[in-house]
């Protein structure tokens, strides 16, 4: 082959995500590392799985109350993220009374796998589901330093975000 179509072979193969992960792969490339909760496994059952373009997603829903699940998201592209927290904006039913909130938020910070992570409160609870909690696409690298970038999001309460934020671990 051609020297000169060997480096453009390359470089068509990054423009078009191609991967040199086998067909049969269950979650993602082979270099991404699998974030996951044991804990809530063991509590609420195995996990749906999803392979994505670049990645994977895993959903644990508690079979007896399904406004709490836990959605983790690896990517082994960069994710979107945020300088600053956005404004919890929604409605707060109060003794009855309901009242429009548009209020700021700073980061609040919990550890996953031994790493630093800022997470916010994306909405407020409904009758349709419970409040939600979410990381932006946050960097995190596993024991033998491969990284993957991780969204992790929490449909409950404020104290199952900070719980389960710290049960999570890298597949061995």
Request: glycine share 8%; hydrophobic share 35%; charged share 20%.
């Amino acid at each position: 082959m051609n020297r000169r179509v060997i480096p453009l072979l390359s470089f068509l193969c990054l423009l078009t995500h191609c991967s040199s992960t086998p067909p049969d792969s269950s979650l993602g490339p082979s270099t991404l590392p699998i974030l996951s909760s044991p804990a809530r496994a063991n509590a609420w059952g195995a996990p749906e799985k999803t392979k994505t373009r670049d990645g994977y997603e895993l959903l644990y829903t508690n079979p007896a109350n399904n406004k709490e699940k836990l959605t983790i998201t690896g990517s082994s592209e960069l994710m979107f993220f945020l300088l600053y927290p956005p404004h919890l904006r929604g409605t707060r039913i109060i003794d009855g009374n309901t009242f429009q909130v548009d209020e700021a938020q700073l980061w609040k910070k919990a550890r996953v796998a031994n790493q630093t992570v800022k997470w916010y409160h994306a909405h407020l609870p409904s009758t349709h589901y419970g409040g939600i909690f979410r990381t932006l696409g946050t960097e995190l690298k596993n024991g033998s330093g491969k990284i993957g970038q991780y969204r992790i999001e929490v449909e409950g309460t404020k104290n199952q975000m900070q719980t389960w934020l710290s049960e999570l671990r890298f597949r061995q």
